[in-house]
């Protein structure tokens, strides 16, 4: 079964396939691609938070490889009012083809590919973000090529993106340099999985020794969807803003990436948000051609090259 849970999950050669893929798929013009190869096919998405890209991205995606999509609110369902996660991955087998599930806990996503009987692909969890750091990626190397022993510098929350990014540390060969607070520190387990595989990562709270000579700075909001803080978050992330003096650290030509959506003047500012570095809207598209290979891959069960 083609899950797509988190990119540890899936092996060392498929996220690059995927990404290989995602990048052809750019190159043709809209409408059917490659012979439809989803032609017949209906995705479930299953949202339990909000979302634009995620659900825009996935629901073109479909109906330009000839498919189609269903947005299902978790609240409207049967699950939002005590059907187990069993039983719905057992009905929806029945249905559809595949499942896209935005979860809130990482749990869910796994108890949901625990039953169902159809592929099922993570659109976002507490954990893991894999759709984002593979978009991510794909922009990396359009605007500065292969990024294999590529310094990356990750500057905030050691938050879901970030883990998907240690992941991706391993799998791609970049160096990862990650500058988040001591109380936000990212997953010890996928840090672990990653070393395992050789990744060279950096654990910092400097998020100038981060940003140094980077080839990329990332960021991401300080608080995640449905997260309540106890104190003000300024006071843990306040140094961690990506500023101008931040991008000035990095590489000549290094690019700044945001997953979005963006808190101006918060976990970044306007100056680097809209300046000349900045490639999220680059970024933001290609979730699309990204959703389109990965699609192609877990229903189909090709990866065409």
Not at 64 to 73: K, M
Not at 145 to 161: E, P
Request: proline content about 4%; overall charge neutral.
């Amino acid at each position: 079964m083609n899950h797509l849970l988190d990119l540890a999950s899936i092996g060392m050669d498929i996220p690059r396939k995927i990404l290989d893929m995602a990048k052809l798929y750019k190159t043709q013009q809209k409408g059917l691609a490659q012979g439809a190869p989803l032609l017949g096919r209906t995705l479930g998405m299953i949202f339990e938070k909000p979302s634009t890209r995620t659900r825009v991205s996935f629901e073109v995606a479909m109906t330009e490889l000839g498919g189609s999509a269903i947005f299902l609110d978790a609240n409207s369902m049967q699950m939002g009012r005590g059907e187990t996660i069993e039983d719905t991955a057992k009905v929806l087998g029945r249905y559809i083809d595949g499942i896209m599930l935005r979860a809130i806990n990482h749990d869910t996503l796994l108890q949901m590919a625990k039953f169902s009987e159809i592929p099922v692909i993570n659109g976002l969890t507490d954990m893991s973000h894999p759709c984002q750091a593979l978009a991510d990626i794909m922009t990396f190397e359009e605007n500065i090529g292969s990024i294999r022993g590529k310094k990356i510098a990750w500057i905030g929350d050691g938050n879901n993106v970030a883990n998907s990014w240690i992941h991706a540390s391993a799998i791609f060969g970049c160096e990862l340099f990650l500058a988040c607070p001591k109380s936000r520190m990212p997953s010890s387990n996928a840090i672990e999985w990653s070393k395992k595989q050789g990744a060279n990562i950096v654990i910092t709270q400097d998020p100038t020794k981060a940003a140094k000579n980077a080839s990329a700075i990332l960021t991401d909001t300080w608080v995640s969807m449905g997260e309540k803080f106890s104190k003000d978050p300024e006071s843990i992330f306040g140094k961690y803003r990506v500023n101008q003096e931040i991008m000035n650290y990095a590489s000549k030509n290094a690019i700044f990436m945001h997953c979005l959506p963006a808190h101006r003047g918060r976990e970044v500012t306007e100056e680097v948000i809209d300046g000349p570095n900045s490639v999220v809207w680059d970024e933001a598209e290609n979730r699309l051609h990204i959703q389109k290979a990965i699609l192609t891959w877990a229903i189909a069960d090709k990866i065409t090259l």
